[in-house]
């Protein structure tokens, strides 16, 4: 069952067109046009501003379920541990606002950017972590626990503003950009699938009991909670990172994902979310 629905999907994808290849290198400016287009075309019931919403953006069914389990949502203890945490002054004295300002609802918005001095893509989870050590803290784990509580209460604070990455014109910045697109189109793993194969060519088909989503908007809502992740923790906490859900994502095509925070993922992620800008954020959210 597994392998099969995997053939057709191997077979489907090499067959598609490559939105993102062309051997002219495309601007940024233009490569989100045909990004957004492209899905603008392929899901003509979806508005533009519901691609923020994953599989529940372009299947009703799912959307409903969704719908309901919004009402009491799972992941609001976690933003709830997030500022809690926030609050919290570190052994020095000092907190998380004198890195990240005291306007918490700035900060979702201000990330992933290019750092023009340290010449890297910083994103949230990082700059939380470097707060944390420039301030004699110790680092918290990447993928889950505190770290993603913080990140989902900075989310959740910053709903509602629109994502607006910005690829600088600088060439260490474009070759950053144009790393996390190569990322984003290049075949991996055993199954040797792209994640523009699942997420662009057969997005809105089913893989097993999955719904593929449109890769457009879809690192708006990180951290999410997964009930599949709650399910795996002893405590029930089933809050993960964007990249834990890109690590995530690779070992599904049998690839050895990449550590969070790498320079890969961090430029996947600046590629990524720059698609989908115009969207608004909406962090923290549930998924399936
Ligand atoms: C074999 C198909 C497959 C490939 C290849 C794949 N994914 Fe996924 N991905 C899934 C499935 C299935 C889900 C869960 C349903 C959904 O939201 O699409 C998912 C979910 C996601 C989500 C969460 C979306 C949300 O709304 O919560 C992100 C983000 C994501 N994938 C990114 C990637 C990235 C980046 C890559 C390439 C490194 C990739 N995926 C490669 C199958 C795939």
């Known amino acids: 069952m597994k392998s099969r629905s995997m053939n057709i999907l191997i077979g489907l994808g090499t067959a598609a067109l490559m939105l993102g290849s062309a051997t002219v290198q495309a601007s940024p400016a233009e490569d989100l046009k045909a990004f957004q287009a492209y899905f603008a075309k392929k899901f003509p019931d979806t508005q ?11 299947n009703e069914s799912f959307r409903q379920q969704w719908e309901s389990i919004e009402e009491f949502p799972p992941y609001e203890t976690f933003v709830e541990k997030g500022e809690e945490e926030w609050n919290k002054p570190f052994a020095n004295g000092k907190g998380y606002a004198s890195c990240f300002g005291e306007d918490v609802a700035a900060v979702r918005g201000f990330y ?30 990447w993928k889950v626990g505190t770290l993603a509580h913080l990140s989902a209460y900075i989310s959740y604070e910053g709903r509602g503003q629109k994502i607006n990455v910005v690829i600088p014109d600088d060439p260490k910045a474009m070759a950053a950009y144009e790393d996390g697109k190569r990322f984003f189109y290049a075949k991996r793993g055993q199954l040797n699938l792209a994640c523009a194969d699942c997420h662009v060519y057969q997005s809105g088909q089913h893989i097993r009991a999955d719904l593929l989503s449109p890769a457009i908007g879809q690192t708006s809502g990180f951290p999410v909670f997964r009930a599949k992740w709650s399910g795996k923790s002893k405590s029930g906490d089933g809050m993960g990172t964007l990249h834990r859900r890109y690590g995530g994502c690779n070992k599904q095509v049998r690839a050895k994902p990449f550590k969070p925070q790498s320079e890969q993922y961090r430029n996947l992620e600046f590629f990524h979310t720059y698609m989908g800008n115009g969207l608004e954020w909406n962090g923290a959210s549930y998924r399936k």
């Open 48 to 58: 533009f501003a519901d691609f923020n919403n994953g599989v529940y953006s372009i």
């Open 112 to 141: 992933p950017h290019w750092d023009v001095k340290r010449e890297q893509v910083v994103t949230l989870e990082g700059e939380i972590n470097r707060c944390r050590t420039e301030n004699g803290e110790k680092a918290l784990k």
